[in-house]
């Protein structure tokens, strides 16, 4: 079990390696939050390979970032089915990096949807009902919990990437400690921003006791 009593499926997965897949859209930070757990292996004493992939240059567009963390790593990229956790800051984009978690995986997901701007059109389709329910048959490898209200709450929407790093820092068998990855952050971070990244940090770790989807 983590420090807050769930029982998460990292449990189950010991590695040596960390591959730890994060999902979103531009503009809500996820390639930020690649950079604070980065800063945070490295103060751990550990190696780190990144990589991004980004899908349009303007805002709402599609960015999945892999992060490989420990020793004799290889290449940046994390194949189907190997990494222990994934991060979706977006509650469709966790369809796009579910086919990387690893059987005992854990995911942790924002359920905030992001409407893409075709949907009014017609052009594309966004079934959230369809989305949750898979989710949601996923037991408690699915972790949902709503990181941009807590974000609000915290000081700005814009710290909903931190409100899921919080939320990440409790779970067991990590390469770094929490007071390691918020290190990271206020390496990575303006000091003008560390008050309300630090109000939504703590308010992931909150959430984790709460969250009627873990464990």
């Known amino acids: 079990m983590n420090k807050n009593g769930n ?33 945070a292996a490295i ?23 892999h992060i490989k963390i420990g020793r004799d ?9 190997t990494a222990q956790i994934l991060l ?6 966790s369809l796009r990096g579910w086919p990387k978690l690893h059987p005992a995986g854990q995911a942790l997901i924002n ?5 893409p701007p075709g949907v009014a059109s017609g052009m594309t389709q966004y079934n959230q009902a ?5 989710l949601q048959q996923q037991g408690s490898r699915a972790c949902l919990f709503d990181a941009t209200a807590a974000a609000i709450e915290a000081g700005s929407s814009k710290a909903t990437n931190m409100v ?19 290190q990271g952050a206020t390496t990575v971070l303006p000091p003008k921003l560390h008050a309300v990244n630090q109000s939504a940090f703590a308010a992931g770790q909150a959430l984790m006791t709460t969250a009627p989807s873990c464990g």
């Open 164 to 182: 899921m790093l919080g939320a990440f820092s409790t779970l067991p068998n990590l390469p770094f400690t929490a007071e390691q990855l918020w």
């Open 88 to 93: 979706s800051l977006e509650l469709a984009e």
């Open 43 to 65: 103060i751990a004493g550990y190696e780190v390979r990144t990589s991004e992939t980004i899908g349009m240059a303007q805002r709402e567009g599609v960015v999945v970032s």
């Open 73 to 81: 790593l290889g290449g940046p990229l994390i194949g189907d089915g």
């Open 7 to 39: 029982s998460l499926q990292t449990e189950n997965v010991t590695p040596s390696n960390w591959a730890i897949i994060i999902t979103g859209v531009g503009g809500q930070g996820g390639v930020l939050a690649s950079r604070i757990m980065a800063e």
């Open 111 to 115: 359920c905030r949807p992001i409407i």
């Open 130 to 134: 369809a989305i949750m329910d898979f």
